[in-house]
């Protein structure tokens, strides 16, 4: 019988209505009328090691603050350095050094905003505004050397580009603009203040031709009004009764519709964190309950730093929560949430990943505790720190709960099945404590009180490579008032999971709404 194994994480504020979580793993929907399955779990991806920046710069960076592409270049920012990577993992350090001309890269430890564009030098783009540490410093791509700013605006919280223009977001509620592609020049008329409602400002971004200005209870889109001073005017329209809580998070996520922008938001009616897409002028919510609860339980989630990407057709929005040390996933089409972790000094953390780009034909991110950059791919069951070096991924499904209408009758349990692929196990195979060849192994246990405790883990063998008609199911065991089961597995194999089964008496029954579920 299945009973709804394959689904998000959503751990309820009270675990009798839902104790389920997802971590490691993701949903993916089957898109054929005649798949096995609706729905099935698929591996987050693993890391490889693609460079390390501290090794370049001769001292240890505590962290990669942004990574991005440009024109086929594609750029790093750690510590005080402007790095340039390769595609094969060579770098080059352009910065650090506090003796470098006009290199105002201040390391604050926050993540730090770039943007590309401008035609000075004849090429286009050609030149890097970054803004770290309320500083503006100017690369041009050009030279490959830092240049001379005239009376820049100061405090400066991210810069965008939108239509030629480099903007810069300052913490005294103003934004300013440069001449026409050119970010080393800033006329001193060309600042404005948002005039349209008086919270703080904290944010923006640029989306499909479109400037959103976000405060900490509302946000409004601008557009490029050709105006001679201040070329920029408010879209008649443009303006959400909900503001971003943490500033960092906003970024442009692609969907089944086009591209949108993403944050976690709040109003003036609550702060507790709510997770938004921009639906044209609408704020639409994306978050659920059970996260939004998790959110209101965390003493700091204003620190939260946003990334996108596209995965094997999936586009997902990743929330790293520094304070938390947790990192959860949106698969943005699906609506579905799962969790992302590292185990770092033996403990699960989040996700080694703070920063994200596109480049080389492959996703890169960097590491939040140090300087490296990872390329992080589906292909990687393991996550490489160092060379020869690597950590396994712990993934784990705890899945809904079986038990009799009331929970006033035992259930009879007699055998549980997980269907994995199996027979997916390397060559050469994994060995035991002496040295004998061994199956992958999965780790099976179980709940009596919705997930508060659970009984000791069983280890399920899941078959040595190329044998598939291995069967992972555990058996005899028992009857229950309630039943929820509990799937973990860290062996580094592409671990999938169509489904899972029960196999009780007659009277084993699920939930009435899982039978209502399976029926339809």
Known sequence: M??????????????????????NWYVEQAESPNSRTAFALLPTPGLALFANLSLVAGVQLPSVRWLDAFSGRTFAVAGTHLFELNANGTVTDYGGNPATANNNIVDDGLPVTV??????????????????????????????????????????????????????????????????????????????????FSDQLLALIASNRLLWVF???????????????????????????????????????ATKGGTTVLWLGGDERGAT????????????????????????????????????????????YDLWFPSANATWTLDVDLGFWHRRTSLVAGRQQAHLSRSHTFAFGQHLVGDRNSGNVYAMSTQYSYEQTAIGASTPIIRTRIGP????????????????????????????????????????MAMFSYSEDYGKTWTPERMIACGQAGDFKAVAVDSRLGSWRSWTPKVTVSDPIPWRIADAYVNGTQDAKPRYSKQIAAVS
Do not use: C
């Open 2 to 23: 299945r009973f709804g194994f394959v689904g998000p994480s959503y751990k309820s504020a009270s675990p009798l209505v839902s104790a389920e979580e997802l971590i």
């Open 115 to 196: 943007v590309a564009g401008g035609t000075v030098g004849g090429t286009y783009p050609s030149q890097l505004l970054i803004a770290s540490g309320g500083n503006l410093t100017v690369f041009s791509l050009a030279s490959n050397s830092f240049q001379a700013l005239s009376t820049p605006p100061t405090n400066v919280l991210m810069v965008e580009f939108l239509d030629g223009f480099f903007i810069a977001l300052s913490a005294g509620n103003t934004w300013s603009v440069s001449s026409p592609e050119d970010a080393t020049t800033w006329p001193g008329i060309a600042v404005a203040q948002v005039s349209v």
């Open 215 to 253: 405060g900490a209870k509302r946000a409004v889109a601008y557009y490029n009004s050709g105006a001679p001073l201040f070329p920029f005017d408010v879209v008649s329209g443009g303006f959400m009764e909900v503001g971003v809580v943490a500033q960092y998070s906003p970024k442009r996520v």
């Open 273 to 316: 964190g709510i997770v938004y897409a921009a639906n044209g002028f609408v704020p639409q919510r994306v978050s659920d309950h059970a996260l939004e609860y998790w959110l209101s339980q965390q003493t700091t989630i204003s620190d939260a730093v946003g990334m996108a990407r596209q995965d094997q057709g999936h586009n997902f």
């Open 401 to 440: 709960t079986v038990e009799s209408e009331g929970g006033q009758l035992t259930v009879p349990i007699n055998e549980f099945q997980v269907d994995f692929e199996t027979g997916l196990g390397p060559q050469p195979p994994l060995t035991d404590a002496f040295g004998n060849p061994r199956d992958p």
